[in-house]
């Protein structure tokens, strides 16, 4: 967070290619306990928005790999 271009790094990241490796990375801390919004956010509230960011991008992915193959199959079809 101390980068000067981390903002710009989090709003430009490309959600639609986090690979397996990133996702399992993120899995590591979105299992713990202690990694939950309201807890991280009573202590700091740019903390609380990351861990809501990460798990939003990890709840994000799952749903991605489940819609992805029927928008193939759509375009597919549509052709």
């Known amino acids: 967070m101390a980068d000067s ?3 710009k790094k989090v709003t430009e990241f490309e ?3 986090i690979n397996a490796a990133t996702l399992k990375k993120i ?4 299992k713990r ?4 919004v309201a807890t ?3 202590i700091s509230r740019a903390a609380g928005a990351l861990c809501l960011w990460v ?3 990890e709840d994000y ?3 991605l790999k489940i819609v992805a193959p029927k928008r193939q199959r759509k375009a597919y079809a549509e052709e």
Not at 27 to 30: L, Y
Not at 33 to 36: C, E, K, L, M, Y
């Open 5 to 7: 271009s981390f903002i």
């Open 40 to 42: 991280i956010t009573g």
């Open 15 to 17: 959600k639609d290619s």
């Open 27 to 30: 899995e590591g801390f979105t």
């Open 61 to 63: 992915s799952k749903a």
């Open 55 to 57: 798990r939003s991008l």
């Open 33 to 36: 306990d202690d990694f939950d």
